[in-house]
């Protein structure tokens, strides 16, 4: 007997995806492992924009001559606190914290030579589409799970804004809020000096009185416009505001972690604090090396002032995260746009290589081994354990307690949530 429900179109296509899913699973399907979940409540993910390379960071070799064309790494490797593991010699505080962390070293996808769509791969998860515009990592996290906390935004963004970072078919409600400036709030967001917290307070209740007498609506857009307002208002108050007084901070713990990045990286560390579920960080400051991660020809000279500086910021992050009691609950990822070849160019820098580059995990509540997956003796090709970016993205997800086999919905039509990735098991205890 067929039931009088009708269907609508998202309905029939979930319930068709369903049936499609039965009918291709195996036997055993009822026996498949089940959903992995981790405990992590927040990300911070840190944006080495220009693309770092693994082979002088975090998968170091042997060392080459870009004097003589000799492929292989700029630098020497250190020993870390990881049997078995080493590191690029500028990584040494980072080495002393490698067993709170995992270098995820087989990375890959197809993009090779543009920044703009590698940068947007390993934001969204996936190539672009010409029908669909895809929401960040930042913006479904902000969507799924929401801010830990009434007085925060769900994501920030502590850099320049870019479309690659944004919420994409999820709708503005689930972007992100922008920082350029680590010693004070959103421009947007604060107040005049004329305006004193009684003054304020006269204003909203002006606005109450004045809402009060508004008819209800249920016009969406002005739903989402008044739900912003409220947002708006929230942030603009004291409680979130001191986020950004990174003078109250030791001023030992803000000498650790360094220059402008590191002090991003504290105030990351802040906004956790208050409640924000996803905060990048953006490391490409040019002003080191005159290039940033984007080492062609002689970019590559001054290298190692980025490295050292991501050394102290984010040793210092594990660290401080660790004793606010901080760091099983909050996932740091360090991802970049692809990374870079053993061979030296013509100026002595390097090209590009997506076949294989490494990003990194850390905290989170994962079970952190140092080092995952194996690269040939130039970290050229991928030797075992092959992790995509869709992969890379369900570990992130599944650490944050969010489903990774689900769909989101983009108007009616259904959209993978990771592209069908599957999370790093060996990383969940």
């Known amino acids: 007997m067929f039931s009088s429900h009708h269907f609508s179109r998202r309905e029939f296509l ?33 944006w080495l924009g220009g693309g770092m390379g693994q082979i002088d960071t975090f998968d170091p070799k042997r060392k080459g001559d870009p004097a003589k064309k000799q492929a292989g790494a700029y630098y020497d490797s250190i020993p870390t606190a990881v049997n078995e593991v080493e590191v690029c010699e500028h990584l040494p505080q980072v080495a002393q914290v490698m067993d709170r962390l995992t270098a995820v070293r087989t990375v890959h996808h197809s993009v090779i030579d543009e920044h703009a769509a590698a940068t947007n791969w390993m934001h969204v998860g996936r190539p672009v589409s010409g029908t669909v515009v895809y929401p960040s990592l930042g913006s479904i996290i902000a969507h799924e799970r929401g801010a830990a906390s009434d007085a925060a935004p769900p994501y920030v963004l502590i850099g320049y804004p870019n479309s690659s970072r944004g919420p994409g078919f999820l709708g503005a409600q689930h972007s992100y809020l922008y920082l350029t400036e680590t010693g004070r709030g959103p421009a947007g967001l604060s107040r005049h000096d004329t305006i004193t917290p009684q003054r304020q307070t006269l204003r909203e209740t002006y606005l109450n009185e004045l809402r009060a007498v508004q008819s209800p609506t249920n016009d969406k857009r002005l739903q989402d416009y008044d739900a912003a307002a409220k947002l708006s208002m929230r942030l603009s108050g004291p409680e979130f505001m001191r986020s950004f007084e990174l003078a109250n901070e030791p001023a030992q713990l803000r000498e650790s ?3 402008e990045f590191g002090q991003r990286c504290l105030l990351a560390r802040r906004l956790v604090e208050r409640g924000v579920r996803f905060i990048e960080v953006s490391h490409n400051l040019n002003f080191l090396n005159g290039a940033g991660w984007d080492v062609h020809n002689r970019g590559i000279l001054d290298q190692h002032k980025l ?27 360090i991802t970049t746009e692809f990374g870079r070849p053993p ?15 490494t990003c990194v995990l850390a905290g989170g ?17 991928i030797v075992a354990d092959p992790v995509s970016v869709p992969d890379f993205f369900a570990t992130i997800h599944a650490a944050v307690g969010i489903d990774y086999t689900k769909s989101l919905f983009d108007g009616d039509r259904p959209v993978p949530i990771t592209d069908g990735g599957h999370p790093i098991a060996k990383l969940f205890g």
């Open 14 to 46: 979930a319930a068709s995806l369903t049936a499609a899913g039965v009918a291709a699973a195996p036997a055993w399907g009822a026996n498949a492992p089940a959903l992995i979940q981790g405990q992590a409540e927040h990300v911070i993910s840190i």
């Open 257 to 259: 972690y360094g220059g």
């Open 307 to 333: 490295i050292q500086e991501m050394d102290a910021a984010v040793a210092t992050l594990i660290l401080d995260l660790e004793s606010h009691k901080l760091l099983d609950k909050t996932l740091v990822v």
């Open 343 to 357: 061979q030296f160019d013509g100026g002595g820098g390097r090209g590009h290589q997506s076949s294989t580059f």
């Open 365 to 381: 509540g994962l079970k952190h081994q140092g080092a995952y997956d194996v690269t040939d003796e130039l970290s050229q090709k």
